[in-house]
């Protein structure tokens, strides 16, 4: 079905294989972004606050910043072994945290099933970069970014709907089939790399990150706090404020996702006509009115401040898809290292807005978090200010 949005320029198996490793991808998102999704109501069932649970999901975020030595393994292997040895460990971390009696068992599952599904994005960034070059990689890549949004919309809903019907064990164990099957998939039907992209070859050809690549990295961390900001806090919001279900919550992420999807396809129709730095600091721009007014108008109505939370996270989902295909650059030669530096970072960013989005919306509601979102946006804003500068010089 994606294959269409890619003319005849592009590889032959970039085209055959690109909604394949998409809904491979989005089965792993909906099972990594379930957790933020329905934090309130897991906390619940673990018997624990919600900032108690915040702190265990900023432990597994911490994890992130391991993807720079999961880059490095991930360099290592075939493109399609590191694909599918990640559709793996999601599954084992989604049954794991099913499983989980406590908070310390529930954090290790979620640090388990991150780095895995951070191997498979590794290993199909460096496969879309080994194939097409950087001036139209946006185009290919904001197509599998929207597994993202994908995941959220149809992934989540799903295994929200199972929560609703069951219990939020359930919802993780429907996820964990469903990666366990398109790994299998991938697997059987996608090619070996080709000669002359070997590990050696790859080494041999890496240099080191440059400065800009420091100021994307840094952007980053900021964009994706921003973004958790919201995430982490939103569905106490809806059931503490609205009185919301968890069947209501995944209508409401199922309208997120649909926000995200047109995100990210406006992304890959526009971030190569646009630039990477222009679009990247657009969409984070976009961010900062919608988390103000957001701020402002949390507790007047459901129907003020629920398109607010689509607009910025639609607005982020723009500004991440445009910055990947530089965060696939910062090192010559190796993309997966260099996107891995850059994720790590904005996993650290994602753990520690977790924890400090959850206290405050704990103790002071949703406008604090709100309040953040808007602050840290504002600093992507920046760093791709002074990378668009550096790219001129």
């Known amino acids: 079905m994606l294959r269409r949005a890619l003319d005849d320029s592009y590889p032959e198996d970039v085209r055959r294989h690109v909604t394949d490793l998409t809904a491979a991808r ?7 972004r379930f957790a933020p999704a329905f934090l309130a109501t897991i906390a619940a069932g673990q018997g624990v606050s919600l900032d108690r649970i915040g702190v265990a999901l900023a432990v597994s975020e911490a994890s992130g910043l391991l993807s720079p030595l999961t880059g490095r393994i991930t360099e290592r292997f075939h493109r399609r072994t590191a ?11 989604a049954l794991l945290a099913a499983s989980s009696t406590n908070l310390p068992m529930f954090s290790c599952a979620l640090i388990i099933l991150g780095q895995s599904k951070m191997m498979f994005d ?3 960034s460096a496969w879309v970069s080994d194939r097409v070059a950087f001036e139209r990689r946006g185009r290919v890549i904001g197509l599998t970014e929207t597994s993202w949004a994908m995941g959220l919309l149809i992934g989540v809903t799903i295994m ?13 164990i429907v996820g964990a089939v469903a990666v366990v099957a398109l790994a299998a998939y991938v697997g059987r039907t996608l090619p070996e790399d080709p000669k002359g992209q070997t590990h050696a070859d790859r080494l041999a050809a890496a240099g080191k990150i440059a ?13 994706m706090a921003a973004s958790q ?7 106490g919001w809806l059931k503490d404020h609205y009185g919301l279900s968890d069947t209501g919550v995944s209508m409401v992420a199922f309208g997120l996702g649909f926000g995200e999807l047109v995100a990210s396809l406006s992304a890959a129709r526009f971030s190569d006509r646009w630039g990477k730095e222009r679009a990247t600091g657009i969409g984070a721009g976009l961010m900062i009115p919608a988390a103000i007014l957001l701020a402002f108008g949390a507790h007047s109505a459901l129907w003020v401040g629920l398109p ?13 898809v445009s910055v990947i295909p530089l965060a696939t650059e910062i090192v010559p030669g190796a993309p997966a290292r260099g996107l891995a530096i850059t994720l790590g970072f904005g996993t650290l960013g994602r753990a520690t807005a977790s924890v400090i989005a959850t206290r405050l919306y704990v103790h002071h509601g949703m406008a604090w978090p709100a309040t953040m979102c808007a602050c840290l946006a504002s600093g992507m804003v920046l760093a791709m200010w002074r990378a668009n500068s550096m790219a001129r010089v």
């Open 26 to 32: 989005m089965c792993a998102n909906a099972c990594f």
């Open 83 to 93: 694909m599918v040895a990640g559709l793996v460990g999601v599954a084992i971390g």
């Open 122 to 124: 590794l290993g199909l």
């Open 160 to 172: 929200g709907l199972a929560t609703a019907a069951t219990n939020w064990r359930v919802g993780y």
């Open 211 to 223: 400065r800009k690549g420091w100021v994307v990295t840094l952007g980053v961390f900021c964009l």
């Open 229 to 235: 900001s919201l995430f982490v806090t939103f569905s």
């Open 308 to 320: 607010l939370l689509v607009i910025a996270i639609a607005s982020f989902e723009f500004a991440i």
